[in-house]
Nanobody, 117 residues
């Protein structure tokens, strides 16, 4: 019910915008988070936007570089990623939560982001 897109190969310093679109699920009722998993590492939360007031949270290492936003009319949440570096290389998943920080109710299939020259 959640489908990510927008991943790909980008050079260090470059940008990508990930999208998380929902079918049969009204995203405005949920908090939506982006979670990533790099090879050999545990999954980690990157950012989250609440479903009510649109409050946002970010992992410390992406603050100032990533921006999460939502377009309820399009039932889509975005993650704008700027100034990418090799440590951002991972599979990025979006997930729907009752509230940020809680257990995920739904997961997408993931999209690969590779930062390399």
């Amino acid at each position: 019910q959640l489908v990510e897109s927008g991943g790909g190969l980008v050079q260090p310093g470059g940008s990508l915008r990930l999208s998380c679109a929902a079918s049969r699920l009204a995203l405005d009722y949920y908090a939506i988070g982006w979670v990533r998993q790099a090879p050999g590492k545990e999954r980690e939360g990157v950012s989250c936007i609440s479903g009510s007031r649109g409050s946002t949270t970010y992992k410390e290492s992406v603050k100032g570089r990533f921006t999460i936003s939502r377009d309820n009319a399009k039932n889509t949440v975005y993650l704008q990623m700027n100034s990418l570096n090799s440590e951002d290389t991972a599979i990025y998943y979006c997930a729907a939560y009752i509230e940020c920080g809680g257990p995920a109710s739904y997961w997408g299939q993931g999209t690969q982001v590779t930062v390399s020259s």
